[in-house]
């Protein structure tokens, strides 16, 4: 519902920032939101109330914000002053927030759109009243690795020594490892260490797998609804390998619940678990 229809250059527009129902009239009083020029201000809605500030229109025309999207910096500050605005309502009633840069003509535009989706603003302010969203992101156990390479070390060494005593049992020499020539053997040891290595991944992974979803399975039971994310790449300098990234959708009164059972599973796991929130739910309002 993304509007770029202010295409005036002189004209004003509306900017949408979010949908609520019944809203503390002092929760925006004073944010700056997207513009100095103008207050954020309520906009009365057939059943709900839209949260809205005026805004020059040829700051939001396609080639405005098409350069803007460029300027990283810039497109930092407008997502920052969205989100403070959304926030600040959305601590005081149900919120359903709209896209950054939604845009219309006027303020009887923004009615006319808003009203068509009537419906499906009633049944996601429904889901998430009283609600909050929660991150889980879940790692491997540091300790699984290491004891991955110290496994696989030893499987190598226990591999070679037992090829040595088979050569001294049948009278062959056992030729030393620093020659040109491979000891008799050799090969083999070499691709038992390879299969024994291949098997501790397989069975890393494995592992891996199953935390990840006793975490998801968990946490999902205590929640109202949840998704599962893709998980976020990590920089070069960290380390960790992450198998879980998921939001949960908690009623506010099972937070010191959901903290709790955190704790938990970090210590039944060994996993490490990193519990972000809470957040506006912006990942269960739907498409709006």
């Keep these: 519902m993304r509007q ?19 809203p503390d009239p002092s929760s925006c009083a004073g944010l700056p939101g997207v513009t100095h020029e103008a207050p954020v201000r309520l906009l009365a809605l057939d059943s ?51 896209p ?42 540091p300790a699984a690795t290491a004891a991955t390479a110290a496994t696989a070390a030893t499987a190598a ?5 037992a090829t040595d005593d088979a050569d001294r049992r049948t009278g062959r020499p056992v030729v030393p490892t620093d020659r040109g020539r491979p000891a008799a053997g050799a090969g083999l040891a070499y691709l038992e260490r390879k299969r024994g ?7 890393s992974q494995e592992d891996a797998l199953r935390t990840a979803e006793t975490v998801d399975e968990q946490v999902g039971r ?31 009164r099972r937070s010191e619940e959901l903290a709790l059972l955190t704790r938990t599973l970090r210590e039944r796991t060994g996993a490490e678990i990193e519990l972000s929130g809470p957040w506006v739910p912006y990942s269960f309002v739907g498409e709006v």
């Design 157 to 161: 060494t226990a591999a070679t020594a």
């Design 48 to 98: 709900f109330t839209a949260i809205v500030q005026t805004v020059r229109a040829c700051d939001f025309t396609d080639e405005a914000w098409q350069s803007r999207l460029s300027d990283q910096r810039e497109l930092e500050r407008y997502a920052r002053a969205h989100h403070d605005v959304v926030s600040a309502v959305a601590a005081a009633c149900p919120t359903v927030p709209l």
């Design 222 to 252: 205590l929640a109202t609804a949840s998704r599962r994310l893709r998980p976020h790449p990590q920089p070069s300098t960290d380390r960790r390998v992450q198998i879980l990234n998921a939001t949960y959708l908690v009623a506010e």
């Design 197 to 203: 290595a291949q098997r501790l991944r397989e069975r």
């Design 4 to 22: 770029h229809d202010a295409e005036v250059p002189d004209a004003n527009a509306t900017y949408v920032f979010a949908v609520c129902r019944d």
């Design 100 to 141: 950054m840069a939604t845009v219309y003509h006027a303020d009887e535009r923004v009615r006319e759109a808003l009203a068509k989706e009537t419906d499906r603003f009633r049944a996601a302010l429904k889901r998430i009243a009283h609600h909050a969203e929660w991150g889980v992101k879940v790692y491997a156990p």
